[in-house]
């Protein structure tokens, strides 16, 4: 009886057989995928997107009819969205769906995803919701994320969790629609894969990943993995940071920009700050009647312009930081505020974005330690 039961399982699980089923099943998948319990999924998996320059180049892989693809660029307006599948259908509607979207955001492809068409080290971040545990050839797949990924990338993958069948999702105050959607996915497990997060973990690091992470996702009934594309090993810290942060455009004529304006002329979705925090102790060793202050970091031109210091990515402002620390600038500062770059307009002060501390030098701008008042409270917080 095996032989029969095994075979049949090996038939429905192929590849041939999954395009076949995903083909025809759109309109019912993108229902019970379309529940907060999958959404709250997408956003927990954003959270583990690396550090990148002001557009991060994010590659959905198996995004389905897109609605993953789309949410990711709900939640961060940085991104720039490349989604593979090889269900024909799938993507249909998932071009449907984003008509009248800015289309240089978002781009659908149709391919195998352990053959990404994506260059060599071309990509920020990699997402797999789903996908991973129907692979036949999952080592191949993640030998091509390792390849498409730059040093510092991360693959960011959820899967099913290893467990008895989830007949207690019944017994909760879900939604119907969630409740379907949860059972449904392990239904369709039987006839995969489901982990454990020891089994990711390892798998994810005997592939080559660093910085491997793998926890306990959609209330327990999925595995969020993680692994980042490992920097050369002689490259110190500073020179993993100027690699990134050279791919970003710097400012050359240090021109101001009134902070009004910065919103308009900006790509991405932040801008990051050079802070002294005071009391400079974490939020949780705060006492209760003691409030943070956050002071930024401006400079002075030589005909007496002050300006805010900005950058538009993370990167940017660190290498910035680590070069000002090295030069015995910038005495006190001991933070990178990230805000959303709708806030600036409230600064009343002129901005140099992603100026170099060479170039400010040899203009002859100079640190007096004025600083700039930033409200906390303004700004982004709950990133990975």
Same mark, same amino acid.
């Given at each position: 009886?095996?032989?029969?039961?095994?075979?049949?399982?090996?038939?429905?699980?192929?590849?041939?057989?999954?395009?076949?089923?995903?083909?025809?099943?759109?309109?019912?998948?993108?229902?019970?995928?379309?529940?907060?319990?999958?959404?709250?999924?997408?956003?927990?998996?954003?959270?583990?997107?690396?550090?990148?320059?002001?557009?991060?180049?994010?590659?959905?892989?198996?995004?389905?009819?897109?609605?993953?693809?789309?949410?990711?660029?709900?939640?961060?307006?940085?991104?720039?969205?490349?989604?593979?599948?090889?269900?024909?259908?799938?993507?249909?509607?998932?071009?449907?769906?984003?008509?009248?979207?800015?289309?240089?955001?978002?781009?659908?492809?149709?391919?195998?995803?352990?053959?990404?068409?994506?260059?060599?080290?071309?990509?920020?971040?990699?997402?797999?919701?789903?996908?991973?545990?129907?692979?036949?050839?999952?080592?191949?797949?993640?030998?091509?994320?390792?390849?498409?990924?730059?040093?510092?990338?991360? &693959?960011? =993958? %959820?899967?099913?969790?290893?467990? #008895?069948? *989830?007949?207690?999702? $019944?017994?909760?105050?879900?939604? !119907? /629609?969630?409740?379907?959607?949860?059972?449904?996915?392990?239904?369709?497990?039987?006839?995969?894969?489901?982990?454990?997060?020891?089994?990711?973990?390892?798998?994810?690091?005997?592939?080559?990943?660093?910085?491997?992470?793998?926890?306990?996702?959609?209330?327990?009934?999925?595995?969020?993995?993680?692994?980042?594309?490992?920097?050369?090993?002689?490259?110190?810290?500073?020179?993993?940071?100027?690699?990134?942060?050279?791919?970003?455009?710097?400012?050359?004529?240090?021109?101001?920009?009134?902070?009004?304006?910065?919103?308009?002329?900006?790509?991405?979705?932040? &801008?990051? =700050? %050079?802070?002294?925090?005071?009391? #400079?102790? *974490?939020?949780?060793? $705060?006492?209760?009647?003691?409030? !943070? /202050?956050?002071?930024?970091?401006?400079?002075?031109?030589?005909?007496?312009?002050?300006?805010?210091?900005?950058?538009?990515?993370?990167?940017?402002?660190?290498?910035?930081?680590?070069?000002?620390?090295?030069?015995?600038?910038?005495?006190?500062?001991?933070?990178?505020?990230?805000?959303?770059?709708?806030?600036?307009?409230?600064?009343?002060?002129?901005?140099?974005?992603?100026?170099?501390?060479?170039?400010?030098?040899?203009?002859?701008?100079?640190?007096?330690?004025?600083?700039?008042?930033?409200?906390?409270?303004?700004?982004?917080?709950?990133?990975?």
């Amino acid at each position: 009886m095996s032989f029969p039961s095994n075979l049949l399982s090996r038939t429905i699980a192929s590849p041939r057989a999954t395009r076949f089923f995903f083909d025809r099943v759109v309109p019912l998948y993108r229902w019970l995928t379309n529940n907060p319990m999958w959404l709250g999924s997408l956003q927990e998996m954003s959270r583990h997107f690396p550090p990148s320059t002001s557009q991060l180049r994010l590659l959905d892989v198996g995004c389905g009819h897109g609605n993953s693809t789309r949410q990711f660029l709900e939640l961060r307006s940085d991104v720039e969205a490349f989604g593979i599948d090889f269900s024909a259908g799938m993507l249909t509607t998932a071009k449907r769906m984003t008509e009248g979207s800015p289309q240089d955001r978002v781009h659908w492809l149709q391919g195998d995803i352990t053959r990404l068409p994506m260059p060599d080290n071309s990509i920020d971040a990699i997402t797999g919701h789903s996908v991973y545990y129907m692979l036949a050839d999952q080592a191949g797949f993640l030998g091509e994320c390792l390849r498409v990924l730059r040093p510092g990338g991360r &693959l960011i =993958l %959820l899967d099913p969790a290893q467990r #008895n069948f *989830p007949l207690d999702v $019944l017994r909760t105050q879900h939604a !119907i /629609r969630v409740k379907l959607a949860v059972l449904s996915w392990h239904t369709v497990s039987l006839m995969h894969q489901r982990f454990t997060l020891e089994e990711m973990a390892r798998r994810l690091e005997a592939a080559g990943f660093a910085r491997v992470l793998s926890e306990n996702a959609v209330e327990g009934y999925g595995v969020l993995s993680r692994g980042e594309k490992p920097y050369a090993e002689d490259q110190s810290t500073i020179e993993r940071v100027q690699q990134i942060a050279n791919t970003e455009a710097t400012t050359s004529d240090l021109t101001s920009i009134p902070a009004i304006n910065v919103p308009e002329i900006t790509r991405g979705r932040n &801008l990051f =700050l %050079l802070v002294k925090q005071t009391p #400079n102790k *974490p939020a949780w060793a $705060l006492k209760p009647d003691e409030s !943070i /202050r956050w002071d930024a970091a401006t400079m002075r031109s030589s005909s007496g312009v002050r300006c805010l210091l900005a950058f538009t990515s993370l990167p940017k402002a660190v290498e910035f930081m680590q070069s000002a620390v090295l030069a015995n600038h910038l005495a006190g500062i001991n933070k990178v505020a990230k805000f959303e770059k709708s806030v600036a307009p409230s600064w009343v002060i002129d901005m140099l974005l992603n100026p170099t501390l060479a170039a400010l030098n040899a203009a002859g701008w100079q640190d007096q330690q004025e600083m700039f008042t930033v409200d906390p409270a303004a700004a982004v917080t709950g990133d990975e």
